[in-house]
């Protein structure tokens, strides 16, 4: 057989195979839903976590994933409806005030000056941009040491 033969079989066979695979590349534009990601939360501080005092400040680096950080008093980008969010941080339960909602990732949360001493919690969770909660949730274990110092101070007359 001639060379020219097998050149056009195999030219066959190429053409066939790409020709197969076109259908496999098409799609439905108009029933696509956009998936979106969980979210994901992480922070970190560089204050020793097992000696903390009421009334100190405690500076936090917060990590979010799969989440465009909005301000929940402003309207997210069109293309972000599904993915916007914002931070949420609670001490010790989630059912509580949250100490600071932002969407600032070097933040500092004040302790609060009537907090007990013992084992405490900071919780970060991610909010939807609605403010409904996500599962997304992250929390620093830190303990509180409340100084048992007193300072006295007497003014004695010394003329007697």
């Known amino acids: 057989m001639p060379r020219h033969f097998f050149r056009n079989v195999r ?3 190429t053409a066939l195979a790409l020709t197969a695979a076109v259908p496999a ?10 998936n979106v990601e969980d979210p994901k939360v992480s922070f970190d501080t560089s204050v020793d976590v097992n ?23 402003k ?12 931070f949420q941080i609670y001490l010790d339960d989630v059912n509580t005030t949250p100490l600071l909602v932002t969407i600032q990732e070097q933040v500092s ?8 001493k013992g084992d405490h919690k900071l919780i970060c969770r991610v909010h939807h941009h609605d403010g409904t909660p996500t599962a997304a949730t992250f929390e ?13 101070s ?3 007359d010394a003329g007697g």
């Open 25 to 34: 590349c098409t799609a439905d534009v108009h029933d696509n839903t956009l």
């Open 51 to 73: 000696d903390v005092r009421a009334g100190e400040s405690i500076p936090l680096s917060l990590h979010a994933e799969n989440v465009f950080l909005v301000d929940p008093t």
């Open 140 to 152: 620093l274990d830190f303990k509180v040491t409340v100084s048992g110092s007193v300072t006295v």
């Open 154 to 156: 007497s003014s004695q």
């Open 11 to 13: 030219s066959l066979f």
């Open 75 to 86: 309207t997210p980008p069109p293309e972000h409806e599904k993915d916007a969010g914002h």
């Open 109 to 116: 949360i004040q302790i609060p000056e009537n907090i007990q």
